[in-house]
Every structure is written in structure tokens, then in C-alpha cells.
């Protein structure tokens, strides 16, 4: 059974870092692409990144480019994000995704999310 | 970036009625569309992909259908349990990956 179980989450200051960890199980994260959504309170999904699965190319939505980073832990099949510099705007629910195949990005399988919050 | 309009916004029905939900892309995103049916504290979860696939455990009364621009979420007949917010998203160009901005499926 695919489980995707994510921590990090908390309160941050504003221009702060958090990292975000995703651990998967059920399946061997290097064969799948994954990613992660978010969502601010009560507004609907945002894609905020990807990762590839064998050739771990990286994508990025435009307002993290710079300040995120995601990458993947094969040896502990744990997926990450580091987040830098992050604003009031960075406040969601984070939730990690594994996609249906190392490309096709259908989002399959979702953790239930880490909250966020980046506040003074 | 592929923009997804959703309509209506708010969808009030009645246990045992049909919910046609509509999403509309800005460009052509072929078949390479999903919706995804999210609950209050939940995560989403994945119902529809390429258009008119269930996804694994899917209730048959979900049904998808549509193609390039136009594409519809039909409940045949609602459930208590889908009450709910449901979103489409496409995957034909990214990044990004866009999603619509919702439906919300309440009772009547």
C-alpha cells in the first residue's frame, strides 16, 4: 500500500527556512515522479514543484524559483523541499504527491499534508 | 500557462440528483485532464484522469468526459459522501501544472 507521510511543517518567520520531508512507502521513490501542491486556508490547489524519477530533472512553479529546492533521498526513499526566504504568501498546507509514473504527472497518491505557517 | 475556469462555483443539490460540473481550459490540453474530489481536513483524491479514466476504487456514478478546451464531471446520483469540493487539473503543458479554482458540491 502506497503511503506518503510528510513533517517539517510549523511556524516560521517571515524570510525564514523550513524543510519539508516527505516519507514514502509502499513503493521505491526513485521510479516516480513526484511533486508537491499546495494550499493556502480556504483557497483551492497550487502546484509548487517537481521532481522527475530516474533523471530527478526539477521543475518549479515561478514564485518559488530560487527559494525552493526539491530533491530526493533514495537511501531513506524520503522526498524534500527546503524552503528559503519565505513570505506570508508561502502559508499553505503542503501536500507531497506521487505521480502515476518517473513522467507522467498524474497525481495519484497524496500524503495528507504539513501545515505552514509564516507569520511574525 | 494553461488557465482551468471552473463553473459553477457552487453547485446545490439534493441527495440522489445528478451534478454536471464544468472546467474550461485557455488552450487545448488534449485529454490530459484530471479532477480530484477533496472533502474538509482531507487531502485530495484523485477521481478522473485523462478525461474520462476512473481512478482505482472509483464509484461507477463518477463519469468524466471532454476533450481539448470543454470537459465535464457528471455524479449521476449524488451520495451523501460526495458532497464535497471538486477540482480539475491538467498535465498536456507544463510546468506548471494548473488547477482549476474548484466546484463545491453542497446540499440543498
Known amino acids: 500500500e502506497v503511503q506518503l507521510l510528510e513533517s517539517g511543517g510549523g511556524l516560521v518567520q517571515p524570510g525564514g527556512s523550513l524543510r519539508l520531508s516527505c516519507v514514502a512507502s509502499?513503493?521505491?521513490?526513485?521510479?516516480?515522479?513526484m511533486s508537491w501542491v499546495r494550499q493556502a486556508p480556504g483557497k483551492g490547489l497550487e502546484w509548487v514543484s517537481a521532481?522527475?524519477?530516474?533523471?530527478?530533472?526539477?521543475f518549479y512553479t515561478d514564485s518559488v524559483k530560487g527559494r525552493f529546492t526539491i530533491s530526493r533521498d533514495s537511501s531513506e526513499n524520503t522526498l524534500t523541499l527546503q524552503m528559503n526566504s519565505l513570505t506570508s504568501a508561502d502559508t499553505a498546507v503542503y501536500y507531497c504527491?506521487?505521480?502515476?509514473?518517473?513522467?507522467?504527472?498524474?497525481?495519484?497518491?497524496w500524503g495528507q499534508g504539513t501545515l505552514i505557517t509564516v507569520s511574525s | 500557462e494553461v488557465v482551468l475556469t471552473q463553473s459553477p462555483a457552487t453547485l446545490s443539490l439534493s441527495p440522489g440528483e445528478r451534478a454536471t460540473l464544468s472546467c474550461r481550459a485557455s488552450?487545448?490540453?488534449?485529454?490530459?485532464l484530471a479532477w480530484f474530489q477533496q472533502k474538509p481536513g482531507q487531502a485530495p483524491r484523485l477521481l478522473i484522469y485523462?478525461?474520462?479514466n476512473r481512478a482505482t476504487g472509483i464509484p461507477a456514478r463518477f463519469s468524466g468526459s471532454g476533450s481539448g478546451t470543454d470537459f465535464t464531471l457528471a455524479i449521476s446520483s449524488l451520495e451523501p459522501e460526495d458532497f464535497a469540493v471538486y477540482y480539475c487539473?491538467?498535465?498536456?503543458?507544463?510546468?506548471?501544472?494548473?488547477f482549476g479554482g474548484g466546484t463545491k458540491v453542497e446540499l440543498k
Open positions: 487539473q491538467q498535465r498536456k503543458t507544463w510546468p506548471p501544472l494548473t
Open positions: 488552450e487545448s490540453v488534449d485529454k490530459y
Open positions: 485523462d478525461a474520462s
Open positions: 509502499g513503493f521505491t521513490l526513485r521510479n516516480y515522479a
Open positions: 521532481i522527475s524519477g530516474s533523471d530527478e530533472r526539477t
Open positions: 504527491v506521487k505521480a502515476w509514473t518517473q513522467t507522467n504527472m498524474v497525481l495519484e497518491h
